[in-house]
């Protein structure tokens, strides 16, 4: 069997890995757009997370600021919702709907979602997986040791299994942040297909995190099969 790096099951990767590239592009030519419009509510992303979370008796969750771009996310061990300088201090149109997708999160923990506790349950045996994967299954490839081969095939799994829980998720909280905003009418008429668009964009880079993941653990299986004659 010729060297991994050059096996031609390299190829399952090339379409996941073209979404990526474009959904990275797509999310943040998005944002980047939607960042300079102002909100009509001309509410700040911390003003509009806290008036969420109030509006759904919430009131154990903290929404805090973090450095970074793009770097917001709700951490249900803290019970924060922490967004990025920008979008906390900002008045965007794009601002509003990440304050308000992250709430989303929020109301799901409060509420017992049951995708968003599976996806936390399995995070320490994912976080083991994303580590420890790719060296057992390449040490195995090369001393020829099944074993170790489907030891990290199993760890890889798990992995798979956290981005495929993490896609409805992540639809379910841009949905939540929808039905919240227009309900709660923080948007004008003319802004909610524009949310929308920021809420999607960001969607995308979730889809093409699993088909990536999935089709290196189709690689990984197919290398284990080969393995073998």
């Not at 911390?46 to 509006?55: F, K, N, Q």
């Not at 019970?79 to 989303?104: C, F, I, P």
């Not at 057992?136 to 001393?143: C, D, E, R, S």
Request: with cysteine; proline share 4%; glycine share 6%.
């Amino acid at each position: 069997m010729m060297p991994f790096a050059f096996d031609p099951t390299f190829i399952l990767l090339i379409p996941p890995m073209i979404l990526a590239l474009y959904a990275q592009y797509k999310v943040r030519h998005t944002y980047s757009k939607f960042s300079e419009v102002p909100s009509a509510a001309g509410l700040s992303g911390a003003e509009t997370a806290r008036r969420l979370l109030r509006d759904n008796g919430i009131h154990d969750v903290r929404v805090e600021e973090v450095e970074g771009t793009l770097s917001d996310h709700y951490d249900p061990r803290d019970k924060a919702v922490r967004l990025s300088t920008g979008n906390y201090r900002g008045h965007s149109l794009a601002g509003l709907a990440v304050a308000a997708h992250e709430v989303g999160h929020a109301i799901q923990h409060a509420s017992g979602y049951l995708p968003l506790n599976l996806r936390h349950a399995i995070l320490p045996v994912c976080n083991i997986g994303s580590m420890a994967a790719f060296p057992l299954f390449f040490i195995g490839l090369l001393m020829k040791s099944a074993g170790l081969m489907d030891l990290g095939i199993a760890f890889f799994a798990a992995v798979v299994v956290f981005q495929v829980v993490t896609l409805p998720v992540e639809f379910n909280a841009s949905s939540r942040a929808m039905v919240q905003l227009v309900d709660g009418r923080y948007l004008a008429v003319q802004e909610g297909s524009l949310a929308r668009k920021v809420l999607n964009a960001a969607a995308l880079t979730y889809v093409a995190a699993a088909a990536t993941a999935v089709m290196q653990l189709l690689q990984f299986v197919l290398h284990r099969n080969n393995s073998e004659e």
